[in-house]
């Protein structure tokens, strides 16, 4: 498709508008991610997924161990953060470390824990697709494939995510635009697949205090521009588990349609993430408090 006035104009006119010049102007700055932009498609995108709903008045909230480590502490923290309310499971089995010596994931064998896991629980899985070769594995567990803030520009993968029918979250590269974030989802939603959660995760910053910086601005922005789901990733974003409820509350202030929470029963003994891991144990108590602000925000669990 051109970039010209003319192209613009013949786009919105199929959907029964006609917009002045000047909004048409305004529209230059969705000209490269076209699909996803409010502008075409003013009604908010709900993913649904074996029976849960996130978008539109749904909050998902989506909880699970940062990485498959074990068996025991895969089923003991999907036991508990469905006991919680949770609505959807993660849990990674391919990581992409950012060290090369650092644990990278059980592989085939956490995907199969994964699958027992969801099937003890009947909780959608979310989990992360790292490599195209490994497409056939992840699709056959997960019910929304996870494409992580290292991947965000990689464009072979979100082509071929993009020929598949399951959702995707798709996490924001840690030094992307919110432009490149909404150019990526184009990707996606380009190869006919139109179920995409876009997640800040938080980005790099001078900031040292926390492990990214948490760039809330992102949720009223990203929902400005695009009629897709946005969710939060607090405990990336923070780096520590005591700031994950206050990020999340924020993330659910500023309109988030969710939030991907990470959770492990011995979080100081985790492989991987230990720090920002919440513990099982506290996961009850951390739902309540943001099912209150939810509700607040007309949202119920989704
Ligand atoms: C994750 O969610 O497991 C993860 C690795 O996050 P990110 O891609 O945002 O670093
Ligand atoms: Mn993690």
Same mark, same amino acid.
């Given at each position: ?5 003319? =192209?613009?104009? !013949? ?21 490269? &991610? ?13 993913? *649904? ?6 978008? @539109? ?26 006991? !919680? ?9 391919? /990581?992409?470390?950012?060290?090369? &010596? ?37 699709? $056959?567990?997960?019910?929304? +494939? ?8 990689? !464009? ?9 029918? /399951? ?32 997640? *800040?995760?938080? +980005?790099?910053?001078? *900031?040292?205090? =926390?492990? &990214?910086?948490?760039?809330?601005? !992102?949720?009223?922005?990203? /929902? ?35 939030? +991907? ?6 979080? @100081? ?19 309540? *408090?943001?099912? $209150?602000?939810?509700?607040?925000? /007309?949202?119920?669990?989704?």
């Amino acid at each position: 498709m051109g970039s010209s006035i003319e =192209t613009r104009r !013949a786009l919105v006119n199929e959907r029964g508008s006609s917009p002045s010049r000047s909004r048409l102007l305004t529209m230059a700055a969705t000209e490269e &991610y076209r699909l996803v932009s409010r502008e075409l498609e003013p009604e908010p995108t709900v993913i *649904e997924v074996g029976g849960r709903r996130l978008g @539109d008045g749904y909050f998902g909230l989506i909880a699970g161990p940062c990485t498959v480590e074990s068996r025991e502490q895969t089923l003991a923290t999907a036991r508990a953060v469905a006991a !919680a309310g949770a609505s959807m499971l993660r849990g990674g089995a391919f /990581k992409a470390r950012t060290s090369p &010596y650092a644990f990278q994931g059980l592989g085939r064998e956490g995907l199969e824990i994964l699958a027992a896991a969801k099937r003890e629980t009947g909780l959608p899985l979310v989990t992360e697709l790292i490599d195209p070769r490994l497409i056939d594995e992840i699709v $056959e567990v997960a019910d929304v +494939i996870q494409i992580g803030a290292r991947n965000m520009h990689n !464009a072979i993968l979100l082509a071929e995510v993009g020929k598949l029918d /399951k959702p995707v979250l798709l996490k924001r590269g840690p030094s992307a635009s919110l432009d490149e974030l909404l150019m990526a989802a184009e990707y996606i939603v380009k190869g006919g697949n139109g179920r995409v959660i876009l997640c *800040e995760r938080g +980005i790099r910053t001078f *900031e040292r205090s =926390t492990r &990214y910086t948490l760039d809330i601005a !992102a949720v009223p922005v990203l /929902k400005q521009q695009t009629h897709l789901p946005v969710v939060v990733d607090p405990s990336h974003a923070a780096g520590r588990r005591d700031l994950v409820l206050p990020l999340a509350r924020a993330a659910v202030a500023a309109g988030a349609d969710g939030i +991907i929470v990470e959770v492990h029963p011995d979080p @100081d003994e985790a492989l991987c993430d230990g720090p920002q891991q919440i513990s099982t144990d506290d996961f009850g108590a951390f739902v309540r *408090e943001l099912d $209150e602000l939810v509700r607040l925000m /007309k949202k119920q669990i989704g």
